[in-house]
């Protein structure tokens, strides 16, 4: 039961984390289907600088790792944002290519890393079992994982920035009317483009959490199974605000935790389901949940549109 | 996307084709500099390994054979690509095409090994099967409001698990693989009339090539020539207008997908049919078809003449990956070309604008030299 609780913990933070910075990047007017790609490059930067860090003092293991997960994920969104907001590209199509390169960046450049320390060693997988104790304090069976709380931070932080402040409520004009928002001075390409890399940041330490959740090596061909998508579900769960998302989260990250500990239990297992369809079922909830909730959605209503400064 | 087709045709389709070859291009280039990174030494002959796919062979027969490996890929590819594009051209991004090639593997391998029905029965089960999972995105879509893509993307998974799942019970008891096509029931094979021999005997090599090219050409023709094609197009455009028009725009996003994962499925029957490969009831990540098919489909200027050259050069890299030296380059060099393109055909749009305010600031000299010049694109490829 314990475990189940700390996974679901771990799984809402990256749904949380990553659903959040879509829901930057949709105010701002900008849909990024990218974040899968977005969540495979922070885990890629992450797990290199794990896997060279093993023997470092732990503090400096979970800063240098969150920082540089988070710069890798700015750094992919740049890839968005050039072709969305400087050259108004189909965002669909963009964020497909952002996650399809995403994967073979990531694969070409862990087996080239392999490869040239072993050239036996043709796996896109990396190690980072030792770093991984870094991110853990054990509470008696309880592992508390310090992902948690930037999760929470994430969540308080994301509200007071979009609601209270001057930022925030400029980055929503964006999304809603962004040729009214220009109209009163405000630079929309300029918020688009903090939009987008916020989703970037955020986006990127999510994929870290990721991959660090319930296991020690990451096999990076695999990219990360439609779990930017699953936050995506989440966002749009949660209606574009962040308290929503918080709860969403945790409902996604309760069923995608089951897949992992099913077993522990013994009227689960009693039940004779295929292993299978455990891993089938946050995608299905998720299928399910869209189909009632997307009817009234709330979303940003210019998300999607490029912004013409020409066109009125 | 393309307005005024109908009065700049021929500077359409040359933008089209230039936009293309500049984005395979560019793509090629930033393969070229990372393999450059990973071993500077190589990094030639490398490139050249991949753009020569099965030219690296030295004997015309085997060349010809291994063109044949290529081909083989290249009918599935098709599909998906036609799939992507038939539901583009109706406004809607059907990135479910990998899911939906996923049930139409699961649904024809299924007839084929578990009820031994004969091919064009697995090939129409695949159909159907891929039809109706296309309709239920379209339902979502058109009913509930749900975002296409993201409803894609989930059905992506639960096919692949699903279909996992279902052929696990055609499954070699030994290893993850399906029993072959050939000991079980070879009435399931796809014929090859012939084909075959035109390939150095390479038996894989059936009609399912043909075929995919003739369903190019009959999407062309229900997109330019029908009206019902032409009423999807016009929902594409731009819903509304249609709905005013009398067109039942939520009938026709149904549609739309259900073809569209036909299309994708039967394209699954047309690679597992054939027995080159085996499902692996194991594998863990959506085969990679149905995303190329996104790259084939806009490398193709979203024209399904252009995709079916623009699917085999997607193929044809693919395919040239694998021979590069194992221990030194990844094979997924080729993914990463693939990637670069998809993401420079974003660009298109704008790359199109830009030439055509340069087009109309010289307006008189024009007619002519674009003409000569789209001639000698459409040889190039």
Redesign the interface.
Known sequence: MILLIQYTLLFAAVLSLVALGGCFSEHSGVIN?GLEGVMVMGALGGALTMKYMANAPYIAIFFVVLLVAAISGIAYTV?LGV??IN????Q???G???N??A???A??VV??IN?AEN??N?S?TVEYLAAKKAFIIRFGKFEFNWFMLVALIALITAHTVLYKTKFGLRLMACGENPQAADSVGINVYHLRWAGVLISGFLGGIGGIVYITAGVSEWKF???V??FG?LS??VM?FGQWKPKNIGLAALLFGFFRALSNVYSGFGFLVALNI?G??Y??IP??I??IV???T??N?RAPKAEGIPYDKGSR | MNNNKKSILKNSGFQSILASLLCILFGLVIGYIVLLFIQPKGANEAILTIIKNFLNYSSPSKMVKYLGNTLIKTAPLLMCALSVQFCYKVGLFNIGAAGQYVIGAGASLYCALALHLPWFVCIIAAAVCGAAYGALVGILKAYNNVNEVISGIMLNWISLYGVNMLLSTVKESSTPYTYALKSENPSALLPSFGLSDMFAKNKYVTIAIPLAIIFAIVIYIIQNKTVFGYELIATGYNKDAAKYAGMKEKKNIIITLAIGGALAAIGASFFFLTGYEQWSCTQSAVPSMGFNGIAATFLGGLNPLGTIFASYFIQHITSGGSYLDKNVYPSQISDLISAIIIYMCGFVLFFKLFLNSRVDNKKDTNANAVDTKSNEGGEKK
């Open positions: 289907l890839l072709a969305s050259f108004k590209a189909d669909t199509l963009i497909t290519a952002l399809i390169l994967t073979a960046v694969t070409v087996k080239a490869m050239p036996d043709v896109s061909e695999s990219g199974a439609g998508f995506l579900a749009i295929p299978t369809i891993n089938m995608y299905l998720s299928l869209l189909a009632f997307s009817k959605s």
